[in-house]
């Protein structure tokens, strides 16, 4: 069992390192949404495959199915470890774009998703950090226009505007939750995200000889401080059924940025193939100012019956009107809203010659009110997100004092709208996890 955890932290640890060196020197995205484009991109789960599995439950969720389970979404959770727990995943999806008028696309992406660990501090206290994403930006369309973008007949070339982006914000926490009396848990994470978005626009004159194509680039490179708090109630019915309420907030926060315009042109070879930059016209960094991160609530309530089932219910409102992004102008956003349902059931956790009766079987929906808001013509379309989530908790042979669960969960949804010439999504989203519960730091006493 040392050898095996050893090997494991190993594994953890080299698994961060890659996750922060991809994420500083990616060239590709780890996301496909024309929706990216707006504010900070799209927004990640906090939540972990276990309870995206449920709806994406995380407000009044902490131990369930006799397993402990760490949940970033509420760090009071921490509160009630009994066990050191390390949980690592794997995201991947698949995406279909559709348009009306156009041809549709599909696209796939994968990437190592979060390193989670947390262990017991004393009795009713736990510690817990890790690494998680935080948002993605990942879009590629051209529109063209005929006559040089003039309508003027005589104009007879056409216009190529091609847009583009790419990045991702990592969440690094820290966080320390603990109990008060039976029923009372509270707690807390400490983050810092960073990282760096990239945005494209380019304009090109594909069909006239001796033209030079010419890009403007915004980046902005984003790092600072953000802040959780949580706190969970149980009311017991009976020693084995509860109630629990909770309640979890990510707090408005500043965070830097530093906005850099980059202005050039460009050719391509008789292959087709873009040249490297002939020139560059203007290049201008902005003095580094304040990104804010608006204020995120979440209230859920579970009902439980230990090692059977679980059902809960969560809404959580985001006041992303008082998102502001320096050197980003013309854009609006509103407050998000989102529902979340789920449950669990296992049919016999202790089973010891029915191996599916001890899995854990997961359903869910989400449906999501977003930040983003389209304008199209005189009117502005929000931009919904409904999903049908499914999941598996799949235990392992156990070894002495430690625990193993392979979590797997699949997103079934439709993002966007056809309407006002936007675009549809429709996606599948994979999450896979390997969890460990394992008795660390035991003092033992010899007689």
Do not use: C
Not at 386 to 393: D, E, H, Q, V, Y
Request: proline share 3%; hydrophobic share 35%.
């Amino acid at each position: 069992m040392i050898k095996f955890t050893k090997l494991f932290i190993t594994f953890l640890l080299a698994l961060t390192a890659f996750r922060v060196s991809a994420q500083s020197t990616a060239t590709t995205s780890t996301t496909s949404s024309p929706y990216s484009q707006f504010g900070i991109g799209t927004l990640d789960q906090m939540a972990l495959p276990q309870t995206i599995g449920m709806g994406g439950l995380g407000a009044a969720i902490n131990n369930f199915s006799g397993y402990f389970n760490l949940n970033p979404v509420n760090p009071a959770s921490y509160g009630s470890l009994r066990l050191t727990v390390i949980d690592i995943g794997i995201y991947g999806s698949t995406t279909n774009l559709s348009q009306t008028g156009q041809p549709s696309q599909s696209n796939g992406n994968f990437r190592v998703n979060h390193v989670a660990f947390a262990f017991p501090v004393s009795k009713k206290s736990a510690l817990s950090f890790g690494l998680q994403p935080y948002s993605s930006m990942g879009y590629n369309y051209t529109t063209t226009k005929k006559n040089f973008g003039t309508g003027n007949v005589i104009d007879t070339n056409s216009v190529n505007y091609l847009y583009s982006g790419q990045g991702d914000l990592t969440k690094a926490y820290i966080g320390y939750g603990f109990g008060i009396g039976k029923h009372l848990l509270l707690g807390a994470n400490a983050s810092y995200i960073f990282g760096n978005l990239h945005q494209y626009s380019s304009t090109e004159i594909p069909n006239l000889f001796g033209t030079v194509d010419s890009r403007v680039e915004d980046s902005y490179a984003i790092g600072g401080g953000s802040y959780d708090i949580g706190a969970q109630y149980t009311i017991d019915f009976t020693d084995t059924k509860h109630l629990i309420l909770g309640y979890s907030a990510t707090l408005s926060s500043n965070l830097n940025s530093q906005h850099t315009n980059i202005v050039s042109q460009y050719t391509y070879d008789n292959s087709g193939n873009e040249n490297v930059a002939s020139d560059t016209l203007s290049e201008t960094k902005d003095p580094k100012a304040k990104l804010r991160l608006p204020y995120i609530g979440r209230y859920g309530v579970t009902f439980v019956s230990d090692n059977k089932f679980l059902i809960g219910a969560e809404y959580s409102q985001g006041n992303w009107s008082q998102l502001n992004i320096p050197g980003v102008t013309g854009q609006d956003y509103q407050n998000s809203k989102t529902y979340n349902l789920g449950g669990q059931f296992t049919p016999d956790a202790n089973a010891l010659s029915n191996y599916w009766a001890t899995v854990d079987y997961r359903l869910g929906v989400i449906y999501n009110q977003s930040y983003v808001d389209v304008q199209t013509g005189n009117s502005n379309t929000n931009i919904t997100n409904k999903a049908i989530t499914i999941g598996f908790g799949f235990p392992l042979r156990p070894g002495y004092n430690s625990y193993y669960k392979i979590n797997f969960a699949a997103e079934i949804g439709t993002q966007g709208t056809l309407a006002n010439g936007l675009v549809k999504e429709n996606y599948v989203n994979f999450h896979l996890s390997f969890a460990l519960n394992d008795k660390w730091f035991t003092k033992y006493k010899l007689d």
